[in-house]
């Protein structure tokens, strides 16, 4: 995948699901309404405990955070702004079009999207990619990217934070 001269991304490897779930609260953070969170990666590779560190940095309870695979999609309140949390693995083709989905991308909250590869073309142009890769037990690179102008600031802002850490 060539980058874009635009894309700003950051490299990271995490030891611990406490450290993948402290970057995704720098994340949730940093998140502005309507600010979408594709989070990309194998079973087991983290996206869960990064979802439930993005609702901690909206100031949302994070063990209210679970993977909404039977679900598909939930909405959680009560921080600074909702957070759609949508599980698309289950769902291919005619599927996806039926659950309305979409219409959290537009909600004002932030949405996390765990399989977005399922999204298709209808996954947003402009959104923080994050994917994660389980290396050992317990350590994962996680690889976090802007793929437009919006979503810049958000992994500028992340770089900052843990360069300065």
Same mark, same amino acid.
């Given at each position: 995948?060539?980058?874009?001269? %635009?894309?700003?991304? /950051?490299?990271?490897?995490?030891?611990? @699901?406490?450290?993948? +779930?402290?970057?995704? =609260?720098?994340? *949730?953070?940093?998140?502005?309404?309507?600010?979408?969170?594709?989070?990309?990666?194998?079973?087991?590779?983290?996206?869960?405990?990064?979802?439930?560190?993005?609702?901690?940095?909206?100031?949302?309870?994070?063990?209210?955070?679970?993977?909404?695979?039977?679900?598909?999609?939930?909405?959680?309140?009560?921080?600074?702004?909702?957070?759609?949390?949508? %599980?698309?693995?289950? /769902?291919?083709?005619?599927?996806?079009? @039926?659950?309305?989905? +979409?219409?959290?991308? =537009?909600?004002? *909250?932030?949405?996390?999207?765990?399989?977005?590869?399922?999204?298709?073309?209808?996954?947003?142009?402009?959104?923080?990619?994050?994917?994660?890769?389980?290396?050992?037990?317990?350590?994962?690179?996680?690889?976090?990217?802007?793929?437009?102008?919006?979503?810049?600031?958000?992994?500028?802002?992340?770089?900052?934070?843990?360069?300065?850490?």
């Amino acid at each position: 995948m060539a980058a874009q001269p %635009d894309v700003i991304s /950051l490299d990271l490897v995490s030891h611990s @699901s406490l450290h993948t +779930e402290r970057l995704g =609260e720098r994340l *949730g953070r940093s998140a502005r309404p309507n600010d979408v969170f594709a989070l990309w990666g194998e079973l087991g590779a983290g996206k869960t405990v990064l979802a439930r560190g993005i609702a901690a940095g909206l100031g949302i309870d994070p063990t209210e955070i679970s993977s909404p695979t039977f679900i598909i999609q939930r909405e959680h309140r009560g921080g600074r702004m909702s957070m759609f949390h949508i %599980d698309l693995y289950r /769902l291919e083709g005619a599927d996806l079009t @039926s659950t309305g989905w +979409e219409e959290s991308l =537009e909600a004002g *909250g932030v949405t996390v999207i765990e399989w977005p590869d399922r999204a298709g073309e209808a996954l947003p142009d402009d959104r923080v990619d994050v994917r994660l890769e389980q290396i050992a037990d317990t350590k994962r690179r996680v690889v976090v990217a802007a793929t437009g102008r919006r979503s810049a600031p958000i992994v500028e802002e992340l770089r900052n934070s843990v360069a300065g850490a």
